[in-house]
């Protein structure tokens, strides 16, 4: 069964630290796999990351994908407040599932 | 705002009872999913339909069902509603199936009662 488990469930940090969040997953037939962030509402979107692009940068937060070791990070440096929120990975193979995990909660204190 | 729409916002209903939860996608995308979130789990991948046709089932209990109909909105529905059925349920939409960025509607809050 497809299955995708973050790391730490939650993180309190001071503003200006770098953190970094962890996503393993297990999927049949992997294609991509996507970052979100979740503030009150509705997930946003972060990063996509696929065969064929491994690595991704905005800013202050960037993600690479380690296909042979199914795993992905994403980082966050020189973190602010308004970072604070739920981070949320999700991956997709061929069986048209886009599977998420239970999200790391990320506090981000002045 | 992503572009997808969903109503209704809020929804309180109560236990036995069924509910209708509708999506509109954004204007050119073909794929719409439905996650349940409840207050401790992430996302629960319902269900996914692509063009009108149903491809890939998750979780999703006998009791609920959807459909994606021509003009491409679709609609959940939730019977013999339960207290545990309380939850964020949202619908997202993207242009294809190949697991592209999803875009996501503001959600349908059910409160059973």
């Known amino acids: 069964e497809d299955k995708v488990v973050q790391s730490p469930l939650s993180l309190v940090v001071h503003e200006g630290d770098t953190v970094t969040l962890n996503c393993s997953y297990e999927v049949t037939n992997f294609r991509s796999l996507l970052w979100y962030k979740q503030e009150k509402k509705a997930p946003t979107f972060l990063f996509m990351l696929t065969s064929s692009g491994i690595e991704k940068k905005s800013g202050r937060l960037s993600s690479i994908l380690d296909k042979k070791e199914l795993f992905s990070i994403l980082n966050i440096t020189a973190t602010q407040t308004g970072d604070s929120a739920v981070y949320l990975c999700a991956v997709g193979g061929n069986t048209g599932k886009l599977i998420f995990g239970q999200g790391t909660t990320l506090q981000v204190k002045p | 705002d992503s572009g997808v729409t969903q109503t209704p916002k809020h929804l309180i209903t109560a236990t036995g009872q069924r509910v209708t939860l509708r999506c509109s996608p954004r204007s050119g995308d073909l794929s719409v999913y439905w996650y349940q979130q409840s207050l401790d789990q992430g996302l629960q991948f319902l269900i996914h339909?692509?063009?009108?046709?149903?491809?890939a089932k998750g979780n999703i209990l006998e009791r609920f069902s959807a459909q994606q109909f021509p003009d491409l909105h679709s609609e959940l529905n939730l019977s013999s509603l339960e207290l545990g059925d309380s939850a964020l349920y949202f619908c997202?939409?993207?242009?294809?199936?190949?697991?592209?960025?999803?875009?996501f509607g503001e959600g349908s809050r059910l409160t059973v009662l």
């Open positions: 339909y692509y063009n009108g046709e149903e491809r």
């Open positions: 997202a939409s993207s242009l294809g199936t190949l697991n592209g960025e999803l875009f």
